[in-house]
């Protein structure tokens, strides 16, 4: 007992190390990282007509060249956190960077409709991994402000959106898709260049039994941040369980509380819905399913309503304003800042009124700026909604991407993050095929009633959730 009185966590390490320089290198290179994915997301935006118009596809097949991202996506996000939780988050973001790179690139050259659904396919498979960036910074960052710096992280998405909005006006209308595409695959190599820079998770390390590697880690932090380590010997902890390691004591192979044997991936999933995460895990999936939904077709429905215009013009259900190209950069453009106000919010009440009463106000809140939208409204005011909308409903999304890390031990966060992030893929994967097909077939009343339902249901079951993680430690 007498060396328990001198040893620490990391969680109480990184407490006494701070935030620091180290820290802020780490967000630069996850949040490039995010930037690289919001870049992809917003592709989708803009590419869909151009295509249209040079191979004469329909308006399922357009559709299609968004679902089939989303549903690489729903498989990358389950096998990029099994790899994660068992061989290392570095070994994770250097597959998916890697294969966003590679499929995003080729995606500029593709020579015909099928191959460019293929390689988009495989680039949503890559995507699929970002929240792997997520778990790796989330478990360097003290507890007691994790949420603000979280918030801090998902500010790069914004810049990510803005960014491509801005270079799809310069680049869409002079060269035309390809270049588009191309240029947005550039971040994901860009990640690979300092990828040898990057450090290992201590407490992923930990958990494999590596304390000496950990401990290696945690003194490279407080070198570069001047802090000094708490005194002792660093151990692993957890609410039920201690093991201390000193240089007396030989870490065993066999050790119970080193997770040595990797699990399959049944036996994670099946983890996922026992009796103690049952309720959590299945309102978690629910909320980023509404939230992936709510999100990806806002940032569509910018786009659509710019394009049918024309062909619903005709149509007293949908307001008249013709529209050119540029017009319809320019809304993407402003609603793109959006996301500006909505993290500035988020950033102030996630760490003083919490998750989950943070996340139920931007939803209700989503939904009173969409509720308008039911019907023909003037373009300003329906920019305008539309800019509060995803204001909101962005916000809520870097909020549950803070929370769904934290009700999970760290042997399987980024499995548990990444199935979670699945179901979210779900949503974005129907959203094009059924709301805004809604929009292309002149029927926006009805598509903005199943944004209120869907956005409005996941309200509530973040009321459900049983858990607040406000200022907790993570779990071991």
């Known amino acids: 007992m007498q060396n328990e009185a001198y040893s620490y966590s990391i969680d109480e390490a990184l407490l006494s190390l701070g935030f620091g320089k180290f820290q802020t290198f780490l967000l630069a290179y996850a949040g490039f990282g995010w930037l690289s994915e919001a870049m992809e997301m917003m592709l989708l935006s803009f590419i ?42 570095r070994m994770g973001f250097l597959c998916t960077a890697t294969t966003t790179g590679l499929a995003g690139f080729l995606s500029a050259v593709a020579p015909n409709y099928a191959c460019l659904i293929t390689l988009r396919f495989l680039v949503g498979v890559g995507l699929g991994g970002c929240h ?8 360097f960052i003290p ?91 660093l151990c692993l902890k957890s609410p039920h369980e201690e093991y201390v390691a000193s240089s007396s004591v030989h870490m065993s192979e066999t050790s119970p509380l080193i997770m040595r044997k990797e699990r399959n991936g049944l036996q994670v999933f099946l983890h996922l819905l026992s009796p103690s995460l049952l309720r959590s895990t299945v309102l978690l999936w629910l909320v980023f399913m509404g939230n992936a939904f709510g999100y990806y077709g806002i940032v569509l429905l910018t786009s659509e309503l710019s394009s049918t215009n024309r062909r619903c013009k005709l149509n007293p259900t949908m307001p008249i304003h013709l529209q050119d190209d540029s017009s319809l950069y320019r809304d993407v453009f402003i609603t793109s800042f959006s996301e500006l106000p909505g993290l500035l919010l988020s950033a102030f009440t996630v760490d003083k009124i919490g998750r989950k009463a943070s996340m139920y106000i931007l939803f209700f809140t989503s939904c009173a700026f969409l509720a308008p939208l039911i019907w023909p409204q003037k373009e300003v005011i329906t920019t305008c909604l539309l800019f509060g909308a995803r204001a909101c409903v962005s916000a809520s999304l870097s909020i549950v991407y803070i929370y769904a890390p934290e009700i999970y031990s760290t042997s ?59 200022g907790c430690h993570l779990i071991t």
Request: glycine share 8%; with cysteine.
């Open 48 to 89: 869909g007509p151009s295509i249209r118009t040079e191979w004469g596809i329909s308006d399922g097949q357009e559709s299609l060249i968004s679902s089939v991202v989303f549903a690489g996506m729903l498989i990358g996000a389950c096998t990029w956190g099994f790899i994660s939780d068992n061989y290392g988050r």
């Open 132 to 139: 792997v960036l997520v778990s790796w910074f989330l478990e």
């Open 412 to 470: 399987m966060r980024s499995t548990g993050l990444g199935v979670a992030t699945a179901m979210g893929r779900i949503g974005g994967m129907v959203c094009p095929l059924v709301a805004v097909s809604l929009v292309e077939n002149c029927q926006q009343t009805e598509a903005i009633l199943l944004f209120e339902l869907i956005i409005f249901a996941a309200g509530v079951a973040t009321i459900l959730f049983p858990l607040e993680t406000k």
């Open 143 to 233: 507890a007691p402000n994790r949420g603000a710096w979280m918030i801090v992280f998902t500010l790069f998405w914004t810049v990510g959106t803005v960014f491509q909005a801005a270079v799809a006006w310069v680049v869409m209308p002079v060269f035309g898709w390809r270049w588009l595409v191309a240029l947005s695959s550039l971040p994901s190599f860009l990640l690979l260049l300092f990828f040898k820079a990057t450090p290992e998770s201590p407490r992923y390390l930990c958990k494999r039994g590596k304390l000496e590697e950990a401990m290696l880690i945690l003194t490279r932090i407080a070198s570069l941040n001047q802090a000094p380590l708490p005194p002792g010997l």
